[in-house]
């Protein structure tokens, strides 16, 4: 056991050597540590305060919040690695508009260790995004986390089952009271999925009313436990 051990520590320390330092994608400095380096990985606002378990919002005592109390969503656990706070914001906007497609990666790395291991999903299902977006943009973020995360556990990836039927204004640039009915019926399913543990895998939930909504169309179709998988949750703003 110790010979195997050994031997595996050996060939790590062989990649480690094999690897070329990059500079850090936050302060630029050479590091062997992946996209960014280990002090600023310290920096990063991880999601380790107690949460909600539904919707990974802090609580106390890691209770189910009272948003989640009186208007249950149709998920019903949420997995997100970060807070959605400075740097981590900036790197999420350079994966998605910088296309950076070296983040996506790291991103689903974090994520998929992550998930429980004891709740994996019969299929992982990217946000999807409309054609026209697809288009401008030329890659779904949500699909690059999805492949890679169902690829690590070895899950089956339901890439394109789901569709955006609509093309609505980005959640972004609406007052949260409206993004619910801006998705209302946002979303399309295609495939019988009756009986079936789904996990819903986007990059940051903000409202849920994305998540929520594509959390309807597969439910429509016989899904009979939805998670989701994010990489990062919006914390609330004071007061709220
Ligand atoms: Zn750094
Ligand atoms: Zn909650």
């Not at 305060?49 to 106390?60: D, E, I, R």
């Not at 990666?105 to 697809?134: E, I, S, T, W």
């Not at 007052?175 to 801006?182: A, C, D, G, T, V």
């Not at 899904?223 to 609330?236: D, G, K």
């Amino acid at each position: 056991m110790s010979i195997l051990r050994d031997h595996l520590l050996n060939i790590r320390s062989e990649i480690e050597r094999i690897l070329p330092a990059q500079p850090c994608v936050l302060c630029g400095s050479m590091s062997r540590n992946g996209l960014w380096c280990a002090a600023c990985d310290a920096t990063l606002p991880y999601l380790n305060m107690p949460h909600c378990p539904v919707c990974a919002l802090p609580t106390p005592d890691g209770e189910v919040c009272g948003h989640c109390l009186a208007h249950p969503p149709l998920f019903t656990r949420t997995t997100a690695v970060f807070g959605y706070a400075f740097p981590l914001d900036k790197l999420i906007q350079a994966m998605k508009y910088g296309e950076q497609l070296a983040l996506a990666h790291a991103f689903a790395g974090k994520l998929a260790q992550c998930v429980a291991q004891n709740a994996l999903p019969d299929y992982v299902l990217p946000m999807p995004l409309h054609p026209a977006k697809l288009r401008e943009r030329g890659f779904n973020q949500s699909l690059l986390l999805a492949a890679k995360i169902a690829r690590e556990h070895h899950l089956k990836l339901l890439p394109d089952v789901c569709q955006r039927v609509r093309d609505t204004p980005p959640q972004s640039a609406l007052p949260w009271k409206e993004r619910k009915s801006n998705m209302r019926n946002a979303f399309r399913c295609d495939m019988d999925l009756t009986g079936k543990r789904v996990a819903l895998v986007d990059d940051v939930l903000t409202t849920g009313a994305s998540l929520n909504a594509l959390a309807k169309a597969v439910q429509k179709r016989g899904a009979c436990e939805i998670s989701t998988w994010v990489v990062a949750r919006t914390l609330p703003h004071r007061g709220r």
